[in-house]
């Protein structure tokens, strides 16, 4: 029979080791990658425990090999009761006050993705835990039709899929995105949507209506047109090929797209940028984007785990470039420069994106979402104003 061990120490806050190269966990006696027939198409090598945990928690085979029959990981879905849908920020260097995350973790498995720490809130694993154990919110497009009704709302663009992937697979099924769009389209109320999925063309109905009133605009990420390399590190988002047809799609039926190239990742994919953009730009698209790597908290030896389980040649020459573009560390988050990076390197990959897109005719006009159709709905039972 398998066993469990319960090691009763605090995770320390995590820094980064002084080599590229050095252990990934700060406890690598239970940091054990899990079975590779255990994750088959998932993103992440293993599922420490959180870091809020008093405990951390490993399976361990006691002589009897019976690890071997330990399941998969499937992908369970719990219901979020959320009491609120919009998500406000102040971070002074992205382009929105305001989000929705219909769901909360992300079966596309993206090993880089920034939003894994966030499970860690839910007493789970940033690693496996976070693409397998979703948190769906049934009653987003209600709560959301009764914060647009309230009496002091004033109208400013949602930005929806900048945590999770409001496309991810299981989206089909609960459609609470498509509900929200229908919510944002009576309210007239303008939406930027970010995706890696090509399941964005199901909603092309109600997103080129609210285009013509410049109401919406899409933009999807490709990050490779690799399609092994694409596979591996994003398992199970839409292939390079999808995401492409997605945006040509989109831009034919009116709907303005952008192409974002994220996250550019030293000496793995950036070689890949100006053939990204090209194909985009062949796709119809006007407008693109890049975003750096960013590697914070967990998501580090995420990523450093990753990265030697398929890439070992590349390990120490990806993070030593890492590090040159984030002032010798693995991660900067300082405001303004965590998007693009610093110093030489991080200063050629902006030059070649930018020389790029000028040659393709991309950024010569920003399209721009309005507020100036919205109307304040009206909920069943509620006092209507005498002026």
């Known amino acids: 029979m398998s066993r469990h061990i319960a090691v009763a120490l605090k995770h320390p806050p995590v820094s980064a080791p002084s080599d590229p190269a050095g252990v990934p966990s700060p406890f690598p006696e239970i940091a054990v990658a899990i079975e590779k027939q255990r994750r088959r198409g998932r993103g992440a090598q293993s599922n420490e425990s959180g870091r809020f945990e008093a405990e951390a928690r490993v399976a361990f085979d006691d002589g009897w090999q019976s690890l071997d029959d330990l399941p998969a990981f499937k992908t369970t879905v719990a219901v979020d009761t959320a009491r609120k849908v919009i998500t406000r920020n102040e ?74 992937d409001p496309y991810q697979p299981i989206e089909r099924e609960r459609k609470v995105m498509r509900g929200i769009l229908e919510v944002l389209e009576r ?140 002032g010798g560390r693995d991660y900067d988050s300082q405001w303004g420069t965590r998007m693009k990076g610093t110093g030489p390197m991080a200063w050629m990959i902006g030059r070649r994106f930018e020389i790029a897109c000028a040659k393709l005719g991309l950024n010569k006009r920003r399209s721009k979402l309005t507020t100036d159709h919205f109307v304040r709905l009206t909920q069943a039972g509620q006092q209507l104003s005498l002026f």
């Not at 790597?293 to 990523?303: A, C």
């Open 91 to 164: 971070s002074p260097d992205i382009g929105f006050d305001r989000s929705i995350n219909p769901y909360r973790g992300c079966e596309h498995g993206c090993v880089y993705c920034f939003a894994r720490p966030t499970h860690a809130f839910l007493g789970l694993s940033p690693g496996l835990d976070f693409e397998s154990k979703l948190f769906v919110k049934p009653d987003a497009p209600g709560l959301l039709e009764k914060e647009l009704a309230a009496p002091d709302y004033e109208p400013k663009m949602i930005a929806i899929g900048t945590n999770t």
């Open 187 to 326: 309210a007239n109320h303008p939406v930027g949507i970010v995706t890696k999925s090509a399941l964005v063309t199901r909603d092309i109905d109600i997103l080129a209506r609210m285009a013509k009133r410049n109401l919406a605009k899409v933009a999807i990420s490709v990050t490779s047109l690799d399609p092994k390399l694409a596979r591996t590190m994003e398992p199970r988002a839409s292939s390079p090929a999808k995401r492409l047809e997605a945006l040509r799609q989109l831009s034919e039926a009116g709907i303005p797209t952008t192409v974002m190239v994220a996250p550019v990742i030293p000496a793995l994919n950036d070689s890949e940028i100006e053939r990204i953009l090209d194909a985009a730009a062949h796709a119809g698209v006007k407008e693109a984007s890049y975003v750096l790597l960013r590697l914070p908290l967990e998501v580090r030896d995420l990523f450093r785990e990753w990265l030697m389980a398929n890439y070992p040649d590349r390990y120490r020459h990806v993070f030593t470039l890492i590090r040159d573009m984030r």
